[in-house]
């Protein structure tokens, strides 16, 4: 996986460096973000109609999980 960089730092994936450490990162429309529960993530990707937008203001990373929740196995993505 490539290196993804995250200045959110109270996600429980980030790491020193502004790295991000999820093991897999969904980034999608904001508006099916809206639209999905939390815990629909990555490893479901392939079931998620395409999202087109129009800037970057418009995404958004479904992966995030607040630093020290009891969510943070949810959604089946470890940190690396």
Known sequence: ???ITCSVNNCHYWS???VCDASQ????SDAISNSQPQNVDAPM?????ATPVKSSAET?????????????N?????RK
């Open 25 to 28: 990162i969904l980034v999608t």
């Open 16 to 18: 020193s460096g502004n």
């Open 60 to 72: 958004c990373c479904k992966t995030f999980i607040a630093k020290g929740s009891a969510q943070k």
């Open 45 to 49: 990707a392939g079931s998620i109609s």
């Open 1 to 3: 996986m490539p290196r």
């Open 74 to 78: 949810a959604d089946g993505i470890t």
